[in-house]
């Protein structure tokens, strides 16, 4: 009984180091992902110019949604194997992890060939005049191939992660970027056009995939981990899921990454430089929070294998109200600073109107509800439930960008996120309510919760508003001042929160 109780306070170390080594490692990345953007936006528009920056931004649209041809595996062979782990089975760790290579060995060739006969049909999708075409072909099959790299990097860091060894996978990221953005500037400088784009990320990718492959490598030599191949039950059951997240995953990749293409399309390229440059802090910030779930997922599902699912209630719903509440207040720093980060990108005439900046604003919020809400179904391992789902709230997405695009312009992107997401992260959250007993709120966390955000909402608003016309060294020190208010405020709402959690041991021992 000791020893058993000793092997289960180490898996839960584990889990927690492993969580905080993946928040940690991830953060530093994605701070040097903002870096890029403060360095890269204003070099793009310098050296390519606005035209041909919006197309690319529309090339990159097409360019992830073919990354949805990896069949959508990522997410469910990651819950597969952390399962796994969690009840020690091996064998099972070491077949999963060869069917994902050999799945994403084979979609990679098929995307690679599938992205050689559409380049020369992308261009004039994108209204691109003919002297352009040849250029803009030729960088999306680059594009293309990339993609199928980072696919089998992704693949490989969700293995680290499900497997509680995360740390290598996400440093080399980290470093893979630096050498990334030291390779675009390069290039940039140099004449190379949009091609410096497309090189700079294979050379991010290809950095990745030699030093993790070699950390697997050391694993396995180490460890003997994988040396159990996959039987043809284990294909049938990895299999049987691609219908269902096949499709899911072409419907998160379009619903999060057409929206510039659709604005390239109805409103044309300079639209879309101005709609992004508003976006990129938006989706920064909402990324930081998809770090936090993210890390959070895998650590859930170790623990759902090795106990019944009810037993991480607890720790589920402290990190939901985290979460949730954290992208509140990022959403509201947004709201604050987002003018003046575009009036040093760009010239101020391009800054969007104060509302739709909230709108854009409160679809993060939505956004990122519904992602929490849905995948946390794929933690409990009910893939082809929050699958099918996932392909409905995708489609109302992609139907309702084009038609509010054409009646409110580029306040119709955050307006449809924002419906779509709500509507169908609710469904989600009851949906868990209703199957485990999990994320249950009584009516006055309720409304405290939505009280908090409207106050730190209201906040942000009121200053951005009211210090609008004043000079710029002052409106920083506003912005500044009001983010640094909200954060302190979160962090005392979470401290209370964990101090309530009196479970919160479950997961994070």
Sequence with gaps: MIAALRLLLAKLG????????????????QAIGMIQGFVLIPLYIHYLGMEHYGYWLGLNGIVAVLSAADLGLLQALGQRVAAAAGQQRRDDISRYFWVGVAVYGITGAVISLASLALAWRVPPLLRAPASERAMLASVFAIGSCVIVVKLFNDFLRSMGAAILRPAVPLATLMAGQLLGLTTIILLLTRGFGLFSIVLGLAATEMFNIVVVGCFFIWI??????????????????????????????????????????????????????????????????GRLVSILWGSAVMPLAHLAGEK???????????????????????ASCYIATDALLVEWWIREPVVLPLSVIVLIAVARISDNFYNVASELHLAMGEIRFMATYSILTSISMVALYVALTRVAGLAGIPLALTTSSIGFGLFFLRAAQRRWGILMFSSAEIAKALGGAAIALSLAITVAWTTKDIATSTRWLWAIGTDLLLCLGWIGMMLRVMRDARQWKTFAA
Excluded: W
Excluded at 14 to 24: I, P, T
Excluded at 310 to 323: E, H, Q, R, S
């Design 308 to 330: 019944s699912p009810k037993k991480t209630g607890p720790a589920a719903k402290v990190i939901f109200l985290g979460i949730v509440s954290l992208i509140a207040l990022l």
């Design 220 to 285: 396995h030599l180490r460890n003997l981990m994988f040396t159990v191949a996959p039987n043809l039950a284990c294909f049938r059951e990895v299999l049987a899921l691609v219908p269902y997240m096949l499709i899911s995953q072409i419907g998160v990749r379009v619903t999060h990454q057409i929206d510039a293409t659709i604005i390239t399309i109805l409103l044309g390229p300079q639209s879309t430089v101005i709609y992004t440059a508003h976006k990129k802090v938006a989706d920064f910030l």
């Design 14 to 29: 584990a889990r927690r180091k492993a969580m905080a080594l993946s928040v940690a490692i991830a953060y530093v990345t």
